[in-house]
């Protein structure tokens, strides 16, 4: 462990064992920025990224109980937090709740914006479709079968670093089709 390490496992531990708040500052101050450049750079927007890294310095303070220096550095363990912040946001927008939902008809669609829908969906498809096997079927359990890349590794019996990996690729291959 490095000494930097040590200084935050230090501050973790003060924050867990006396809730001392100059340490929780000093833990905020390091980790929440980074939290949220890395949540801006796994797709969220400057707002959602800034309420998921308020999100995830908050759980710190109220779950610092459960850290264990053991089990993981404090860099993991917030990450980690943040990471799971990241995917229930995903699963509400996904998942509407019902007083979200809309009521009555919808409007109809513009026939130029159907249009282009209708094109992009097919080019979609074709891109789709021209991806490796390997890289397809992960995108489609992924993305249309809402599965966690470790729920994709669990069922596919695959690590999860290679998951990752086809999955980034397979994205990459993707957004260069669709230009």
């Known amino acids: 462990m490095t000494r930097g390490q040590d200084a935050w496992v230090t501050s973790m531990i003060a924050v867990r064992d006396a809730r001392d708040e100059a340490a929780f500052a000093r833990l905020f101050g390091h980790f929440a920025p980074r939290v949220k450049a890395f949540l801006m750079r796994s797709g969220a927007d400057a707002t959602l990224a800034e309420e998921c890294a308020q999100e995830t310095m908050a759980t ?100 999860l670093g290679t998951i990752k990996s086809r999955i980034r690729l397979a994205l990459d291959r993707l957004r260069h089709a669709m230009k």
Do not use: C, M
Request: net charge negative.
């Open 60 to 159: 710190l303070w109220h779950k610092a109980h459960l850290f264990d220096p053991n089990r993981a550095s404090v860099a993991t363990w917030i990450f980690t937090i943040a990471r799971n912040r990241r995917i229930d946001v995903l699963r509400r927008t996904r998942h509407p709740e019902p007083e979200d939902l809309p009521w009555g008809p919808e409007p109809e669609p513009d026939q130029a914006d159907a249009l282009a829908l209708q094109q992009e969906s097919k080019q979609l498809g074709e891109a789709l479709a021209a991806l490796p096997e390997k890289q397809r079927v992960l995108i489609e359990k992924a993305y249309f079968g809402d599965l966690t890349h470790s729920e994709i590794a669990t069922e596919t019996g695959l690590p």
